[in-house]
């Protein structure tokens, strides 16, 4: 509610985070994996999690939507790209266009100051 004399504020609408293109999977993908209950998932956490790593992902439904997927570690990383090897600074900076801008200039000797 607005103070008076204040204009009304627009509320901007929430929205679900949009995850990148690499982490999507399809409807028909995700349907085809065991479901479980939220509350038969947590009674059999240890079932869960053992049939994510010998039988494939597992999906927990939460009020009859899908909520979270189960899946094990190697399949996850199949999923995310590749890490990259870490470069410190100094090389980086040599792969840039940096190398080739021209940084000298001419000494400076202050300026003629009239007291």
Do not use: C, N
Request: hydrophobic share 35%; aromatic share 4%; charged share 35%.
């Amino acid at each position: 509610m607005p103070i008076k004399g204040q204009a009304p504020t627009e509320r901007k609408p929430t929205r679900k985070p949009v995850l990148p293109p690499r982490h999507r999977l399809d409807t028909i993908t995700v349907k085809r994996f065991q479901a479980w209950k939220l509350e038969d998932a947590k009674a059999k956490f240890s079932e869960v999690v053992r049939r994510a790593r010998h039988e494939g992902p597992q999906r927990v439904t939460y009020r009859g939507e899908d909520a979270v997927v189960v899946i094990a570690v190697e399949e996850l990383k199949k999923l995310l790209p590749a890490e990259q090897p870490r470069q410190s600074l100094v090389e980086f900076l040599r792969g840039t266009a940096l190398g080739e801008i021209d940084i000298r200039r001419e000494p400076d000797r202050g300026r003629d100051l009239v007291l």
